[in-house]
Structures are given as C-alpha cells and as structure tokens.
C-alpha cells in the first residue's frame, strides 16, 4: 500500500441526508488522482451495473450510513453516479467481486470489501486521501460495502424548485442609493470560513473583521457584481447568498437554492449588462441556472447533460468554473465531465445561444490570459489546459501539462525570454508550468513561436500545489502547497522572484510566522491573494474547526510578515476574494 498522504486539517460538519448535499468531499476531502485515470476508464461508457456478485448485505441504518457518508465525502470526486470524474469510477461493476468470489473477471480488477475497506482506510498513491482518521472502522466497512450497492440517484432540481427557496430579503427599491459608509469596499476581502458555513468580509485598509455573515454549507467562492457592489457566494449545499456592502455593515438581500450541490456562479459583466444577471452551476442536478443579478429571482435552468468528446452520453457532466466575458455578452461554462466548453450569450436567455467547444474531459478551474481574450482551464485528469479564444469562439489550444494541473485562476506575467505567460500549478507533479499566451503587441511579435508551448517549468519541493498567483504591480509568483503530505510544505508558501526564475523559490513558513501554537495536524496555507494596490499578499492558515486559524499577511516587496489576523470566529478560513482583483479579474 502506499505511502500515507496527510491527514485532513479539517472535519466536515455532518449534514441531513435530506440536503442530498453532495457536498461531497467536504473538506480537503480532496481526492487527488495521480494516475488514476491511466489504471481505469474513469467516465466509462455505462458499465453493466449488475456485473460481478451481488453487493454485500446491509441494514436499512447501515445504507442510509453509506449514503450520506458518500455524499458528503465522495460524491465532489467520484461524481453522485460514480461515473469518476477527479476520483475514479466506483460503480459496481468493479467495486463487487466477480460472482465466484474471485477478484478478476474477464481480465478486469474486481475489489470487494477487503480491499476497499484498505483503500478507503489508507489511500493510494493514485492520490485518494486516508480516511482511518476520519471515519471509524465500523464506518470504513459500511462504505465499503456501500459503494457496491447501485449508486443512490438524488432529486432533480428544477425551476420552480428554485422559485420556491428562492428569498428576496431586502427588494431592491428598500436598498441604500448610495454606500452608507466611508469604506473602501474595493480593498475588501471576502474570506471563505469552510466549515462553519459563512463569509467573512474583512477590511483590507484597516485588516479588521467588517462582517460575517451566514451562506451555504462549506461554502466554495465567491464573485462580484460588476459594479463591486455585490458579493455572490455558493455553498457546496447550491445555497446561492447575494450580500449588499451599500449598507451600513453588509446585510444578506436574497438568497437562493440552485440544486443540491454546487461550486461556481458568476455574474454579467458586458457593458449594459452590469449587474443584470447571475449565472450558477450546479454539480447536481447537472445543469446550469441564470438568475435576476439584483435579486436572485430564477429566469432559467439549462441541463448539461449529454455526449462527451468522445461521443458517449454521460449523465452527470457537472458545471465546474465559470467565468463572465468582459468583450462579450457571453460566460464562459465548464462541463467536467464531458469536456464540452460553453459560450453562453445572455443577450437574450428566452432564445439562448450557446457556442459548444470541444477540449478534454474533467474540467474544472481556470483564468484568462492577460489580455482577457483567452480563457485557460485545467481538464485535469486529462493532464491538460485548454485555451478558449472567446474572440473566435473556437477551441485556441490544447496544452499536456503535468499530472492534474490546478490553476485556481492561474497568474499572468511578462517572462523575460518568453513575454506573457500564464502559470499553473499541478498536484499530482512538483512543478509549474508557464505557457506562452499570444499578444498583438508589435513589439511581442517575436514571441508568438511559443504561444500555446510550455516554454519553463519552475521546481516545487513538492507535489501538491493549488493556487498560484501574482499581480501586474508585483515581481513575484506565490504558490502555496497546501496537498503536500510533508509538514513543510503543507504549512509554507514558495515565492519565485519574476526577475530571475532561475533561483529556487523562497520559502516563507507561514504557520511559524503566524505565531499560532502548533497543532497536531496539518494546517494547510492556501489560496495566495493580492490587495488592491498588488503589494500584499494574504494567505490562509486552515486549520481544524477547533484550531486556532489566520489569515497571515506578508508585503509582497519585502516578503516580511505584515499582520496575522486571528480571531474565534475565523473558523477554518480557505478562499479569499479581494473585490477589486476579482471584479477586474487580476491575477
Ligand atoms: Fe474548489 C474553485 C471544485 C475542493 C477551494 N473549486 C473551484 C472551482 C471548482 C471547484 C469547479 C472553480 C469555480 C469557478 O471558478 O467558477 N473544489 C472543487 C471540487 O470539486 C473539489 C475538488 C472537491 C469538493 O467536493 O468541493 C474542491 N476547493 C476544494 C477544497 O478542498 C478547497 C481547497 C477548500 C475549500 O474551501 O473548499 C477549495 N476552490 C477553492 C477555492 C476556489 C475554488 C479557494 C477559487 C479559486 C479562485 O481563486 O478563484
């Protein structure tokens, strides 16, 4: 068996079966893959479900265990059908034994119980985290009987289920006309807190707590209207919260459910469109909802299912990232499971048109270059980034990269020898890449031999990465570590100078820095993020929901530590979102 990866710095609060939450992997649950895909056909063609011997005998108590331990830890990798997506496919046709009771059938792998209690228990080196920490034994053996029964199917969700979670809080017209305060809501962070499902919005001038306020269940990003007046956040629980900053402390105006697991919404951003519309992806049901954007009322549901590029029907192709066109009425959806890259113009919902790009299957995060033309998205089981030049509404390139690269939304920057460059991180690899992205600058005409070329790979201690970052006033590029079983790596960030990318990354160890007491599990130190002005850098401390937590903040100049701000409330902090970076998308 493999080596052990690290245990998870964070608990999952446990949730009603009812929210079907598929919120899945809840926290660092995250099932890597390294590989995986190259052992199994992960999305296979539908495999004969009742293939191999019957599934193991369970209690009524024991399958409604195993339902909602697998949706609250599993479903966010393997997908609620168990097709495999970011985690391997665990339908039963080779999760049971073969009918004998052996472990091969016809020359394929069949696992049973032994085995998958192992599995479960320790992890593989494929990247599936350990969970002998996490559950009990009683629990490991329950879901690994669990996962040979046919996959549980969950509720759909359609647009009257929305209206009727839909809450209009405060209407607009009882909104203030102009902000009651003196705030500079540009330098505004709005913090992730994982696991107590709320947000944080922390004032970037001054670094005090403004407000915290209540949102769905682990709840995953958030966005901003396109007059920075809005943040837009969405839980794992598809719990969508519009909060209005106009107000004297930030008040929650309307929130609405857009199924029962979810990860991404962004909002209209083309001229004429500020503000107009809100548009939401849904892992399950697969499908994708366009909101009012002032009050969250439900306009339209649009189903991503369908055939995937290689032409087999999925049922489940969940919405990953989604991002809104500055040059166009158009967003930009994600389809993991298929592949399939949407252009969706909302210039007109009631006869919508949507452009479909072919790329490679398990999509998931991604950015624009520096130009906002191109949007670069990791399908990263497939080891891949794929370009969309929205310009052309065409597929602009598709990248190998190394084993599962994890953007975030990448970082943009001017390589000496190479010009604009966008960077990745990866997980299952100790390495960044940088890919040339085109310019029409005259003067980077001589450039334009590399574009869509991985043209350097910058060396990380370690696999693992999640987010990468820097900024167009700053000469460094931050990346943090936060998948990497090693101690020192996993509470530390890596910091390239741009200047001379030759040199070995600095290591900053931020839990040190933070001063907090030492745990006995890792705290990760996620999701680097820039303040308006592109001279700080703010980090999250994740530790457990007793741990103490922080968001430790160093000067991007200088690499010393600026502040740690630390609070009992700042439970489990994870994403962070700087309104002007993210409105803009700088980075
Ligand atoms: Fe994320 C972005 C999905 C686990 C923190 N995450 C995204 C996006 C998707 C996604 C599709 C892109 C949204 C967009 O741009 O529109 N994340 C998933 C998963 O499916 C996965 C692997 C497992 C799950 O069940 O959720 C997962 N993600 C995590 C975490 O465990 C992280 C580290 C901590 C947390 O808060 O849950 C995490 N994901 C983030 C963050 C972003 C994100 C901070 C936004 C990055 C940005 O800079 O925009």
Redesign the pocket.
């Known amino acids: 068996m493999s080596k052990r990866l690290p245990t998870r710095a964070t608990r999952p609060a446990r949730l009603s079966w009812v929210m079907v939450s598929a919120?899945?992997?809840?926290?660092?649950?995250?099932?890597l893959t390294a590989g995986a895909q190259a052992q199994q056909p992960a999305a296979a063609p539908a495999a004969p479900a009742a293939a191999g011997a019957t599934a193991p005998e369970m209690t009524a108590a024991e399958v409604e265990a195993g339902k909602k331990i697998y949706f609250e830890r599993c479903?966010?990798?393997h997908g609620v059908l168990r097709k495999g997506a970011?985690g391997k496919n665990l339908e039963p046709h080779w999760t049971r034994k073969a009918k004998d009771g052996t472990t091969t059938e016809g020359g394929t792998l069949k696992l049973g119980t032994g085995r998958l209690e192992k599995i479960i228990g320790l992890g593989t080196e494929g990247g599936m985290v350990n969970y002998d920490d996490i559950l009990t034994k009683e629990e490991i053996n329950i879901m690994a009987r669990y996962i040979q029964r046919t996959p549980d199917v969950p509720p759909e969700f359609s647009l009257r289920d929305m209206q009727a979670s839909w809450k209009l809080i405060v209407p607009v017209a009882e909104r203030p006309k102009a902000p009651m305060h003196k705030i500079n809501l540009k330098n505004i962070f709005a913090v992730?807190l994982?696991d107590t499902g709320k947000l944080a919005l922390i004032d970037g001038d001054t670094k005090q707590i403004w407000q915290i306020l209540d949102t769905g269940y682990?709840v995953?990003?958030s966005?901003l209207s396109a007059s920075g007046r809005y943040v837009y956040t969405v839980g794992?629980d598809g719990l969508v919260t519009l909060i209005d900053m106009w107000f004297e402390v930030p008040k929650t105006v309307a929130s609405i459910r857009m199924g029962s697991d979810a990860?991404?919404?962004?909002t209209s951003k083309f001229k004429g469109f500020e503000d107009k519309y809100l548009i939401g992806?849904s892992?399950w049901p697969p499908q994708y909802s366009i909101m009012e954007g002032e009050t969250l009322k439900p306009l339209k549901v649009v189903s991503t299912r369908g055939m995937t590029v290689d032409g087999d029907y999925h049922p489940e192709p969940r919405v990953?990232?989604?991002?809104s066109s500055h040059i166009k009425p158009e967003w930009v959806v994600n389809i993991?499971e298929t592949g399939q890259i949407l252009l969706v113009d909302y210039s007109d919902i009631k006869n919508l048109r949507t452009t479909t790009i072919e790329s490679a299957k398990f999509l998931?995060?991604?950015?624009w270059d520096i130009t906002k033309r191109y949007f670069l998205v990791a399908a990263n089981a497939s080891h891949k980034i794929a370009a969309v030049d929205t310009k052309t509404g065409k597929l602009a390139a598709l990248v190998d990269t190394k084993k599962i690269p994890h953007p975030?939304?990448g970082a943009n920057f001017f390589h000496p020898q190479f010009g604009p460059v966008w960077a990745t991180g990866h997980l299952g690899d100790p390495v960044i890449s940088l890919i040339s992205t085109p310019s029409d600058k005259p003067a980077h005409a001589k450039f334009k031999q590399h574009n869509w070329k991985v043209v350097q790979e910058l060396k990380m201690p370690g696999a693992g990465n999640?987010?990468v970052k820097t900024h167009p006033k700053s000469q460094h590029l931050w990346a943090d570590l936060?998948m990497n079983p090693e101690r020192e790596n996993t509470e530390s960030v890596y910091v390239f100078d741009l200047t001379d990318l030759s040199k070995a990354p600095r290591k900053l160890d931020v839990a040190k820095d933070s001063g907090l007491p030492e745990t006995k599990a890792l705290r990760r130190v996620?999701?680097p993020?820039f303040n308006q002005a592109g001279d700080e850098v703010w980090l999250s401390l994740?530790g457990g929901k007793t741990d103490r937590s922080a968001i430790v903040i160093y000067d991007d100049k200088t690499l010393k530590l600026k502040k740690v701000i630390t609070d009992p409330n700042m439970i489990t902090p994870?994403?962070k979102?700087n309104v002007f970076n993210t409105q803009f998308d700088i980075?």
């Open positions: 919120i899945s992997a809840a926290l660092g649950t995250m099932m479903a966010g990798c970011t992730t994982r682990a995953h990003i966005r794992r990860r991404s919404v962004d992806g892992y990953a990232s989604i991002v993991k998931h995060d991604g950015g975030g939304r999640l987010f936060p996620t999701h993020e994740w994870t994403g979102f980075y």
